[in-house]
């Protein structure tokens, strides 16, 4: 495949004219196809259907005697905590079980460790926090929400870039980092042990530092096993910094996404700063879901039995995308992407200039994605040219109709881009 740039204009003109033919032609589908976030698919959702009836109506009580059908328990369940940490590698005495959303324990970790203390008038807009980026929108929308100043972060195949991070720490006002360490979001990388202990070696200026390390992925692979990586809680430990990271994980995409179980893994003394925090919020979360989940998957190996089962549905999913992208795009020089071994994305790079124009071209034929820009804070990419492809929702039909469409949009845009000059 010759690279478009070494075409002559007579060429692309053609090469143009055939692909918005064939554009026109999905257009005049109207095909309805939604690949604009990583939600699982129905066929994941049916793994734990079992979940449903893993409790009869005696079963109600906790191992230390907890009646889990009334209040109390802000921190969850002891079974829930074991298995957790086991999930983890963390101990019982380090982890927090909040409701059905990791998203939400951020978002008030972030209150209560990096803002509490700086609500006085006009000092809040002085915080800061650090954003790998390419990296997960909704992270940046609770920066933006509570009024955080964004950094970006820019990239590396072994996680952020240190040297970037370094440079930042010396400022007063950066308050926090956000990571994704295993299949960062959306480009699944997996940070190094390097970076990671790099990482916990950090020495900022700001005492009430956070990293903000969300482990949403931790056992999220489809090809191969999980991968282990250097352990952030006992690496700050040994630094001294126990206190600086903030570990999150869930069952969204293991179990039920509106009805799982987050947690936190922390020291001692976060977790009581934790729940005095969200003690005035609730009497106590969903215990019986707690119950529930520990019922139906018994231990950390009934867990990766499960995920085996996600991984074959996944991997069938993403083989789709990466062979389209192969198929159409390699060669032209027009688009490059990244080929993850887990998690939930493929992170998609159109020609600089491009990403906006991509995705309004798919949703003008009907193919809703996330919205160029939004893997950067504030959703602003300076290259616009980073696209999130999300295969896990559509049935593999929808998918194979959605990546080639996208692929006719990504080749439609670029040649628009090509020939204004």
Same mark, same amino acid.
């Given at each position: 495949?010759?690279?478009?740039?070494?075409?002559?204009?007579?060429?692309?003109?053609?090469?143009?004219?055939?692909?918005?033919?064939?554009?026109?032609?999905?257009?005049?589908?109207?095909?309805? @196809?939604?690949? $604009?976030?990583?939600?699982?698919?129905?066929?994941?959702?049916?793994?734990?259907?079992?979940?449903?009836?893993?409790? =009869?109506?005696?079963?109600?009580?906790?191992?230390?005697?907890?009646?889990?059908?009334?209040?109390?328990?802000?921190?969850?369940?002891?079974?829930?905590?074991?298995?957790?940490?086991?999930?983890?590698?963390?101990?019982?005495?380090?982890?927090?079980?909040?409701?059905?959303?990791?998203?939400?324990?951020?978002?008030?970790?972030?209150?209560?460790?990096? @803002?509490?203390?700086?609500?006085?008038?006009?000092?809040?807009?002085?915080?800061?926090?650090?954003?790998?980026?390419?990296?997960?929108?909704?992270?940046?929308?609770?920066?933006?929400?509570?009024?955080?100043?964004?950094?970006?972060?820019?990239?590396?195949?072994?996680?952020?870039?240190?040297?970037?991070?370094?440079?930042?720490?010396?400022?007063?006002?950066?308050?926090?980092?956000?990571?994704?360490?295993?299949?960062?979001?959306?480009?699944?990388?997996?940070?190094?042990?390097?970076?990671?202990?790099?990482?916990?070696?950090?020495?900022?200026?700001?005492?009430?530092?956070?990293?903000?390390?969300? =482990?949403?992925?931790?056992?999220?692979?489809?090809?191969?096993?999980?991968?282990?990586?250097? =352990?952030?809680?006992?690496?700050?430990?040994?630094?001294?910094?126990?206190?600086?990271?903030?570990?999150?994980? $869930?069952?969204?995409?293991?179990?039920?996404?509106?009805?799982?179980?987050?947690?936190?893994?922390?020291?001692?003394?976060?977790?009581?700063?934790?729940?005095?925090?969200?003690?005035?919020?609730?009497?106590?979360?969903?215990?019986?879901?707690?119950?529930?989940?520990?019922?139906?998957?018994?231990?950390?190996?009934?867990?990766?039995?499960?995920?085996?089962?996600?991984?074959?549905?996944?991997?069938?999913?993403?083989?789709?995308?990466?062979?389209?992208?192969?198929?159409?795009?390699?060669?032209?020089?027009? *688009?490059?992407?990244?080929?993850?071994?887990?998690?939930?994305?493929?992170?998609?790079?159109?020609?600089?200039?491009?990403?906006?124009?991509?995705?309004? @071209?798919?949703?003008?034929? *009907?193919?809703?994605?996330?919205?160029?820009?939004?893997?950067?804070?504030?959703?602003?990419?300076?290259?616009?040219?980073?696209?999130?492809?999300?295969?896990?929702?559509?049935?593999?039909?929808?998918?194979?109709?959605?990546?080639?469409?996208?692929?006719?949009?990504?080749?439609?845009?670029?040649?628009?881009?090509?020939?204004?000059?």
């Amino acid at each position: 495949m010759t690279p478009y740039a070494q075409l002559s204009k007579q060429d692309l003109q053609k090469l143009y004219d055939n692909c918005k033919e064939k554009y026109n032609r999905y257009k005049a589908q109207g095909l309805k @196809l939604d690949m $604009s976030r990583g939600k699982p698919g129905a066929d994941q959702l049916d793994l734990s259907m079992g979940l449903l009836c893993a409790l =009869n109506p005696e079963d109600y009580l906790s191992e230390d005697g907890t009646d889990c059908r009334n209040y109390g328990g802000v921190d969850g369940i002891i079974e829930m905590k074991k298995m957790f940490a086991d999930l983890l590698d963390v101990r019982t005495d380090e982890v927090f079980v909040g409701g059905n959303a990791s998203l939400s324990l951020m978002y008030e970790s972030v209150i209560a460790f990096c @803002l509490t203390d700086f609500m006085t008038a006009g000092e809040k807009s002085k915080r800061k926090f650090l954003c790998p980026a390419p990296g997960y929108d909704r992270h940046f929308s609770i920066s933006e929400h509570l009024e955080i100043e964004m950094i970006p972060i820019p990239m590396t195949p072994q996680g952020p870039d240190m040297a970037e991070i370094k440079k930042h720490i010396t400022d007063p006002a950066v308050a926090g980092i956000w990571c994704v360490p295993v299949f960062s979001n959306p480009q699944g990388v997996v940070y190094s042990d390097e970076v990671i202990k790099e990482m916990a070696a950090l020495k900022p200026v700001a005492a009430d530092f956070r990293i903000l390390w969300d =482990n949403a992925y931790v056992i999220h692979s489809f090809e191969g096993e999980p991968p282990q990586t250097a =352990n952030i809680l006992r690496e700050c430990e040994k630094q001294g910094a126990y206190d600086m990271p903030l570990v999150f994980t $869930s069952f969204s995409k293991i179990s039920f996404p509106g009805a799982g179980v987050s947690a936190m893994a922390a020291s001692p003394a976060n977790l009581a700063k934790m729940r005095a925090h969200m003690i005035v919020q609730t009497i106590g979360p969903d215990k019986i879901n707690q119950l529930r989940h520990v019922r139906f998957f018994k231990d950390l190996e009934g867990i990766r039995s499960h995920m085996k089962k996600h991984g074959s549905i996944l991997r069938r999913k993403f083989n789709v995308v990466l062979d389209a992208l192969t198929t159409e795009l390699e060669g032209k020089e027009i *688009g490059s992407w990244i080929s993850p071994k887990g998690g939930y994305f493929v992170s998609f790079d159109a020609m600089p200039g491009c990403a906006k124009r991509t995705v309004a @071209l798919c949703a003008e034929a *009907g193919l809703i994605m996330t919205t160029a820009g939004a893997t950067y804070p504030y959703g602003n990419d300076p290259d616009d040219s980073n696209i999130r492809i999300a295969p896990s929702f559509p049935d593999v039909g929808q998918l194979e109709q959605a990546m080639e469409l996208f692929c006719v949009a990504v080749e439609l845009a670029a040649l628009e881009k090509i020939l204004e000059h």
